[in-house]
C-alpha cells in the first residue's frame, strides 16, 4: 500500500514580521552580500521553539538568518508554519531543492529526508516532490560517495554521469576508482570518463579470468565442438563414472565389452554417414495426335 502524500493540502502559514531576538540562531556561516543592501526579501520558514528561551526556530533559511545578523537588522519577514515534524523536515528539503537543479544538492536533501524516516519508500517522495522515481534512484546513488567527491560534482571536478557510474560500482572497483580520480584532481586535470576505463577495463579483466578459472576446473571445459560423436560420448560416460564412484574397467566389463586397442599414430576419423542421391524424376512427352496440326495462326 502507496504511503500517502504529507501534504494532502498546503501547510498553514502565517506571514509576520519577527524581531531576530525571537529567533533560535541556525547553524550557517555564509553571508549573503545582497541582504546587507535591500535586507531580507524572501521570508524564513519558522516553526514554534522547543527551546524556551526563544519563541521560533529556523525550518528553512539559516543562511538568511545569519546574514540579517551580520548586518545587524532587527527584524526579519518570516512565516510561521505549524506543521508535523515529517511535513517540516519535507518542506526543508523541497525549498532546498527548489532553488535550483543541482543534483549534489538533491542527493543530500533526499538522502537526509529518507534516513530521518519521513517517508516509507522513494515512490512516496518522488510523489511529493513531482520528480521521476528514476531520477530520486539515481541522486540516492550519488550517496555512496565520500563527500569530497560529490563536492568534486560541485567544482566540476567531475561530471555528474561519471559520478553515478563510479557509484553503481562494485566496492573493490569503486575504491580504485576513487583513488584514480584523487591522483588525476591532484594534478588539477577534471576525471572523465575516459580515466574511468582503466578501472573498468580492469574490472572485465578480472571477471574474465574468473570465468576461465572457474572453466578450466570443470571436466567438459574441452571445446566440444571438435570432438566426435564417439568423443562426446566417452566424456559424458566418464564423468558419470566419476560421480558414481564406478570403474571403467567394471563399466566396461558390465557390458560385455573390451577395452578398444587403437593403434596411437591413426587419428581418429568421425563416421561418416552416405547420403543416397534423390531420384531423378523424368516427364514422359505427350503422344502426338493425329489429324489437322494447329500452328496458332487464324485465318
Do not use: C
Amino acid at each position: 500500500m502507496d504511503q500517502p502524500t504529507l501534504f494532502a493540502k498546503p501547510l498553514d502559514t502565517t506571514l509576520e514580521t519577527v524581531a531576530l531576538s525571537d529567533i533560535k540562531p541556525g547553524e550557517a556561516s555564509t553571508v549573503i552580500k545582497s541582504v546587507g543592501t535591500v535586507g531580507v526579501l524572501q521570508p524564513i520558514l519558522l516553526k514554534v521553539s522547543a527551546d524556551p528561551a526563544y519563541r521560533y526556530e529556523i525550518v528553512e533559511g539559516n543562511r538568511r538568518d545569519h546574514s540579517a545578523r551580520h548586518y545587524e537588522l532587527t527584524v526579519v519577514p518570516a512565516l510561521i508554519t505549524d506543521g508535523s515534524a515529517a511535513q517540516l523536515a519535507a518542506a526543508r528539503a523541497i525549498a532546498n531543492t527548489a532553488r535550483s537543479s543541482n543534483p549534489v544538492q538533491e542527493a543530500r536533501a533526499w538522502d537526509a529526508v529518507m534516513k530521518a524516516g519521513v517517508y516509507a519508500d522513494v515512490n512516496a517522495l518522488a510523489r511529493d516532490f513531482g520528480v521521476p522515481v528514476v531520477t530520486v534512484k539515481q541522486r540516492l546513488k550519488l550517496m555512496k560517495l565520500p563527500p569530497h567527491l560529490l563536492d568534486g560534482i560541485l567544482e566540476r571536478k567531475i561530471a555528474e554521469g561519471t559520478a553515478e557510474k563510479i557509484a553503481n560500482m562494485d566496492d573493490t572497483y569503486r575504491t580504485r576508482a576513487l583513488v584514480l580520480y584523487q591522483e588525476v584532481t591532484a594534478k588539477g586535470e577534471r576525471f572523465t570518463d575516459t580515466h574511468l576505463k582503466e578501472v573498468r577495463a580492469r574490472r572485465e579483466g578480472d571477471l574474465t579470468r574468473t570465468a576461465l578459472s572457474a572453466l578450466s576446473a570443470l571436466p567438459s571445459a574441452q571445446p566440444l565442438l571438435s570432438l566426435t560423436p564417439v568423443e562426446i560420448l566417452a566424456e559424458e560416460v566418464r564423468r558419470l563414472a566419476r560421480e558414481r564412484n564406478v570403474d571403467l574397467q567394471d563399466l566396461l566389463a558390465a557390458l560385455g565389452a573390451a577395452p578398444p586397442q587403437a593403434d596411437p599414430g591413426t587419428p581418429t576419423q568421425p563416421t561418416v554417414i552416405p547420403v543416397p542421391a534423390a531420384p531423378v524424376r523424368v516427364t514422359p512427352p505427350r503422344p502426338v495426335q493425329p489429324g489437322r496440326v494447329s500452328l496458332g495462326v487464324r485465318n
